[in-house]
DNA sequence: AACTAGCTCAACCGCCGGTTC
DNA sequence: GGAACCGGCGGTTGAGCTAGT
């Protein structure tokens, strides 16, 4: 960290120019994502290597909707965090084109308020005699690898984006289609755990890294980072 | 027109976990 | 084992903009 510090020095910092723009997106045209450490010397540019990746993750990447939150993508993140908490790129990452910061901005800008003022109305009902209210539960996610001899699996090849939900056990989709890959719950059932929770089904699927060991080797997914694993608390 | 308050969002900061040596 | 380094994350800040007075 201290080194951290002393390596910052006299590294420009504040808004970036036209031109540190047009060098950073050419650096990154020739040599690609990834490396920041050597971003800063290869683009010639006297910036620190974590204002390289803001500038190019959170603005400068073409990938960005740069365009108004739409009412789905409203709703979606309000779902998300309560079933999350601020767990932004993983919300983020369920939104297409959107950075974990335009979603972090836009949940203090203009979400908070919402929720203070929607928590403050469920004060006042709460103090209604026989009533009773249950507390938001937030569901943490549990990252998890899987052996590459894990039942789980049924011994496939993983190809396309899945997405394995259950509160015991996941189905995992032979053909990497989502619509066919449906969780079981713990009845053996293949109840919608997203219907249910959060009425997700129609959604495409995002991208997220979460794993975990299972054992003592892990498996190696192609799209390892397309691999959802829940599990509630 | 001038000032102020509130809002937005790009950018920074500190910390953490993983990897390398 | 531990120091150094790296990428990444969430919290916070502050410059610039806008609306209200």
Request: proline content about 4%.
């Amino acid at each position: 960290m201290h080194m951290e510090k002393s390596k910052s020095r006299g590294v420009r910092k504040g808004a970036w120019t036209y031109e540190e723009d047009k060098l950073l997106k050419a650096c990154i045209d020739k040599y690609g994502e990834g490396k920041w450490h050597l971003v800063p010397q290869r683009a010639g540019l006297n910036r620190c290597r974590k204002s390289c990746r803001l500038r190019w993750l959170n603005y400068l990447n073409p990938t960005i909707n740069r365009e108004n939150f739409s009412e789905d993508e409203v709703d979606m993140i309000l779902r998300l965090h309560k079933l999350l908490g601020n767990r932004w790129t993983l919300i983020a990452a369920r939104l297409p084109g959107r950075t974990s910061n335009d979603v972090k901005n836009y949940w203090h800008t203009h979400l908070r308020k919402k929720m203070i003022s929607r928590k403050l109305e469920e004060k006042k009902e709460k103090k209604k005699p026989n009533e009773t209210m249950k507390a938001h539960e937030i569901i943490k996610p549990q990252p998890r690898t899987f052996l590459s001899h894990s039942p789980r699996l049924n011994g496939k090849h993983i190809e396309k984006p899945i997405v394995a939900v259950s509160t015991k056990d996941a189905s995992v989709a032979k053909d990497g289609n989502f619509d066919t890959m449906l969780p079981i719950n713990d009845n053996g059932d293949h109840a919608m755990w997203w219907e249910s929770l959060l009425n997700l089904r129609n959604d495409k699927i995002g991208s997220c890294s979460l794993l975990q060991e299972e054992g003592n080797s892990i498996l190696e997914l192609p799209n390892i980072e397309n691999f959802f694993y829940w599990r509630s608390q």
